[in-house]
């Protein structure tokens, strides 16, 4: 599974059209090995832990997509998530993995 969530929140007067306003101008995109990753954004839901992320009302919504194994070959990935929000304020993140063939490495 490649998997991103965003999390907004607040004091007690956040409310989710505050999370809703925020939420709906963020536009997140994946690539896969240098092409686009099609992937599906859940609803926007309440976050029932909002003090594990410092806040007191929370909000939050993933994006990604299932991978079958016949998804990826063996070897080498390179994954890249970008997300930017209206303001035009990017975030971007970057990993690089390996799959195991069956029966070696940790496929054992």
Not at 18 to 42: C, K, Y
Request: glycine share 10%.
């Amino acid at each position: 599974m490649i998997l991103a969530a965003d999390i907004e929140g607040g004091d007690a007067s956040f409310t989710r059209s505050d999370a809703e306003r925020i939420m709906n101008g963020i536009v997140a995109s994946f690539t896969l090995d240098g092409a686009v990753l099609p992937t599906t954004r859940t609803a926007i839901m309440r976050y029932l832990n909002p003090e594990l992320v410092g806040v007191q009302v929370a909000y939050y919504f993933n994006q990604g997509r299932i991978m079958a194994p016949a998804d990826l070959g063996v070897g080498s990935h390179h994954l890249v998530a970008t997300a930017s929000d209206p303001s035009g304020q990017t975030f971007q993140d970057e990993i690089t993995f390996f799959i195991d063939a069956p029966g070696a490495g940790v496929c054992v």
